[in-house]
């Protein structure tokens, strides 16, 4: 008999708890603080930060730093609000530290 395999997810790398779904990868071309960072539609398990301006790689962003709901580890960012119109489409979308997520399910 197959042994059944849930969906293939990325979970925090310090506790494993689950933080997104490799579905819901946008791209893998995204810097991080620290580095390689994918672009998620959707994140779970989270807990939100403060919204602050920054400026980053492509322009002058509002962002809420996201953190693991469990270690509280901060895991990336959401993008709250975008001012370049060229980087809108980044709104509402999470950026996870590639350093900071291990693979699950794989």
């Given at each position: 008999?197959?042994?059944?395999?849930?969906?293939r997810?990325?979970?925090?790398y310090k506790?494993?708890?689950?933080?997104?779904?490799?579905?819901?990868?946008?791209s893998?071309?995204?810097q991080?603080r620290?580095?390689r960072?994918f672009?998620?539609?959707?994140a779970?398990n989270?807990v939100?930060?403060?919204k602050?301006?920054?400026?980053?790689?492509?322009g002058?962003h509002?962002?809420?730093?996201?953190?693991?709901?469990?270690?509280?580890?901060?895991l990336?960012?959401?993008?709250?609000?975008?001012?370049?119109a060229?980087?809108?489409?980044?709104?509402?979308?999470?950026?996870?530290?590639?350093?900071?997520?291990?693979?699950?399910n794989?």
């Amino acid at each position: 008999m197959d042994e059944l395999v849930g969906p293939r997810l990325y979970s925090c790398y310090k506790c494993r708890n689950q933080v997104s779904l490799h579905d819901d990868i946008i791209s893998k071309a995204f810097q991080g603080r620290k580095g390689r960072a994918f672009l998620f539609s959707h994140a779970m398990n989270i807990v939100l930060g403060a919204k602050e301006d920054r400026h980053l790689m492509t322009g002058l962003h509002t962002v809420a730093d996201i953190y693991c709901g469990d270690c509280h580890e901060v895991l990336g960012w959401k993008y709250e609000r975008a001012y370049v119109a060229s980087q809108k489409y980044k709104e509402g979308k999470f950026i996870l530290e590639k350093s900071k997520i291990v693979k699950e399910n794989w």
